[in-house]
């Protein structure tokens, strides 16, 4: 854990480009991504004070930012996000959910229906740079800055900032009185500064998809009514101050109004926190690891709390399993918290709805917690690159619940296939470069960023070896947390592991909507022909019986791949993918033959690969 925290530090201060090398650096970057030793990302440091009123759901806010750019670029300007700005009437959301053919029914037409104070709104009242007040201009959901002085290559800037903001009611992650009576769910609710990467300015307009952040440090002080209870990201500083024991669930509160909660968290991308007045807080330490926090409002029935109380061992058990086969949790705390509307991951963090089955309960939490490793230690851009965060998320999470809850399943990502295979063959498939927002429906997003990125790691173990994607994980992990890995990022890791030429996975699985679909043709005897009727090549598996009874596993190997995968099957010559018929010759008489008897393959056409 030293070594990777160690690592961190110098990758946040570190950068070997310089503002002679830009054409070079970017190029570099799109070509080999984060492995160049030319990478480079940029840094913020948050001061945030906030005053929470909780009467109104409004709050005042202080930020200073400091903002260290890295890149061998010259910013002219800066972009923030305000994200509460979308829970408005006639918003890009609002919009988006009523004109998309199949809304999201947290969503649907709430927006348009909220009252002024009912809505969210994040107001910038003054911004300065250096202490010199600046043009700024807020366009639905960002902030366009205009930069009195442009912010040079390594140089380190201060802006100043005031604002206001309110909480909108509950309706999709972030807001108030959630439909279990959570009073405050508080994600995306301050001023975030956009990213700036090899790519550019992200500063996409918050539709209802996912994030992109910059890596930084936060120190955060809310001011709220003394009867409310602050779970989320970062370590308390000050339990003495407001008679909070935060290891121990102590209450020993002064008597004043309002206290003042102040956290910090080093090396994250975000923050978010959530409060209540009837929160209970356990906690459960993990053996060697952190410290788990859970808070759960004591308005839930005597059942429900006893599931809390059950799920908090297998939490334990969870953050063991990540930290296993993926890599050790770097920080000393992680919380789960009852709030929001479904389950989100954050930083440090994660609000859950908690009104749930036992199963449900343990099942959301475990996908919720894998998100730390796919998302806030390995920060893709999830608004490019979704299924690299909630795919891959789906298929440690699948695996996970398979062994901690003793499933039993031969393939936990069965599911995973199911979903996808059907939306390859429904016509509305979109490749995996699609932006986040630009799906034709939300369920063609959904399957694609869950269902086939859990396919794409899980059909990987099946092309390179089960052994080989375990190792490619954990390297993944090691060489890319705490920067912003690219889909190239994983496949040339893979590559690296297994020695194979993978990059034709990559391209047809993630880039276009080829489909795999592999036949029986015919068989004659001895004599056995395959064909590949769809566009996507693969290795195949086989498994022959042969008249007299016994069966022999075959191995044919891709061409392109320049080489193969451990397998205790016969392997048998290449197949070079323009061919679209295959023959070969056994020593005895075939009665059936059958392709990929496992179902690892994503072939979309079952029905053909059995004769």
């Given at each position: 854990m030293k070594q990777l925290i160690i690592s961190v530090l110098s990758v946040l201060a570190f950068t070997s480009c310089n503002s002679a090398q830009p054409v070079t650096t970017t190029t570099a970057y799109q070509n080999q991504s984060t492995t160049t030793s030319c990478y480079w990302q940029q840094h913020v440091d948050y001061k945030m004070a906030i005053d929470m009123d909780v009467n109104t759901y409004q709050y005042k806010g202080k930020q200073t930012l400091v903002y260290t750019n890295n890149s061998p670029d010259v910013l002219n300007r800066v972009y923030y996000h305000l994200y509460f700005n979308a829970f408005q009437p006639g918003s890009e959301m609002d919009v988006r959910s009523q004109t998309i053919a199949d809304p999201d029914s947290r969503v649907g037409n709430?927006?348009?229906?909220?009252?002024?104070?009912?809505?969210?709104?994040?107001?910038?009242?003054?911004?300065?740079?250096?202490?010199?007040?600046?043009?700024?201009?807020?366009?639905?959901?960002?902030?366009?800055?205009?930069?009195?002085?442009?912010?040079?290559?390594?140089?380190?800037?201060?802006?100043?900032?005031?604002?206001?903001?309110?909480?909108?009611?509950?309706i999709r992650r972030s807001g108030r009185n959630n439909k279990e009576g959570v009073a405050l769910s508080m994600a995306q609710w301050y001023p975030k500064m956009a990213e700036y990467d090899f790519e550019g300015w992200h500063a996409d307009p918050y539709i209802g998809r996912e994030f992109h952040g910059v890596w930084g440090s936060f120190d955060v002080k809310i001011s709220i009514d003394k009867n409310y209870v602050i779970g989320g990201t970062g370590y308390l500083q000050n339990p003495s101050d407001i008679g909070y024991g935060y290891e121990t669930g102590t209450v020993n509160r002064p008597n004043t109004d309002k206290l003042t909660w102040h956290f910090v968290a080093p090396n994250v991308h975000d923050f978010t926190w959530a409060a209540d007045p009837h929160y209970i807080h356990d906690i459960m330490q993990v053996p060697d690891g952190p410290m788990l926090h859970f808070f759960y409002k004591n308005t839930l029935s005597n059942e429900q709390k006893e599931r809390w109380k059950k799920m908090q061992p297998k939490t334990v058990e969870l953050m063991q399993y990540y930290s296993k086969h993926i890599g050790s949790y770097p920080y000393k705390q992680y919380s789960v918290i009852q709030?929001?509307?479904?389950?989100?991951?954050?930083?440090?963090?994660?609000?859950?709805?908690?009104?749930?089955?036992?199963?449900?309960?343990?099942?959301?939490?475990?996908?919720?917690?894998?998100?730390?490793?796919?998302?806030?230690?390995?920060?893709?851009?999830?608004?490019?690159?979704?299924?690299?965060d909630e795919g891959f998320t789906s298929y440690i999470s699948d695996l996970a619940m398979n062994e901690v809850m003793n499933q039993g399943n031969?393939?936990?990502?069965?599911?995973?296939?199911?979903?996808?295979?059907?939306?390859?063959?429904?016509?509305?498939?979109?490749?995996?470069?699609?932006?986040?927002?630009?799906?034709?429906?939300?369920?063609?997003?959904?399957?694609?960023?869950?269902?086939?990125?859990?396919?794409?790691?899980?059909?990987?173990?099946?092309?390179?070896?089960?052994?080989?994607?375990?190792?490619?994980?954990?390297?993944?992990?090691?060489?890319?947390?705490?920067?912003?890995?690219?889909?190239?990022?994983?496949?040339?890791?893979?590559?690296?592991?297994?020695g194979l030429e993978l990059d034709w996975y990559l391209t047809d699985f993630a880039q276009t909507t080829n489909t795999i679909d592999y036949s029986v043709k015919?068989?004659?005897?001895?004599?056995?022909?395959?064909?590949?009727?769809?566009?996507?090549?693969?290795?195949?598996?086989?498994?022959?019986?042969?008249?007299?009874?016994?069966?022999?596993?075959?191995?044919?190997?891709?061409?392109?791949?320049?080489?193969?995968?451990?397998?205790?099957?016969?392997?048998?010559?290449d197949w070079a993918w323009a061919y679209p018929t295959y023959t070969f010759t056994t020593k005895k008489a075939v009665k059936s033959v059958e392709i990929d008897p496992k179902n690892l393959m994503a072939d979309i056409n079952k029905m053909n690969n059995k004769k």
């Open positions: 709430r927006i348009s229906k909220l009252q002024p104070n009912e809505i969210g709104f994040i107001k910038v009242h003054s911004l300065k740079q250096n202490g010199k007040t600046i043009k700024h201009e807020t366009v639905g959901t960002v902030l366009e800055v205009d930069l009195a002085k442009p912010i040079l290559p390594g140089e380190r800037v201060t802006f100043e900032m005031d604002f206001d903001a309110q909480v909108p009611l509950q709030g929001g509307d479904g389950g989100m991951e954050y930083a440090m963090c994660t609000l859950i709805t908690g009104e749930r089955s036992y199963g449900s309960l343990v099942g959301v939490t475990a996908h919720e917690l894998a998100h730390t490793w796919f998302q806030f230690l390995l920060a893709t851009n999830e608004v490019k690159h979704e299924w690299m031969t393939n936990p990502v069965v599911d995973a296939y199911n979903n996808y295979i059907y939306l390859a063959k429904s016509g509305k498939e979109q490749p995996l470069t699609t932006h986040a927002d630009r799906y034709q429906d939300n369920q063609s997003y959904g399957i694609s960023a869950y269902s086939k990125g859990a396919v794409f790691l899980a059909q990987l173990g099946y092309i390179m070896g089960e052994e080989n994607l375990a190792k490619t994980i954990k390297k993944y992990f090691n060489d890319f947390a705490f920067k912003h890995p690219t889909p190239l990022d994983i496949i040339r890791t893979a590559e690296k592991v297994s015919t068989v004659e005897s001895n004599n056995v022909t395959l064909e590949r009727i769809g566009l996507m090549p693969m290795p195949i598996d086989i498994t022959i019986t042969y008249t007299d009874g016994n069966t022999e596993d075959f191995y044919i190997p891709l061409q392109m791949m320049r080489g193969e995968k451990p397998t205790k099957a016969t392997p048998l010559n």
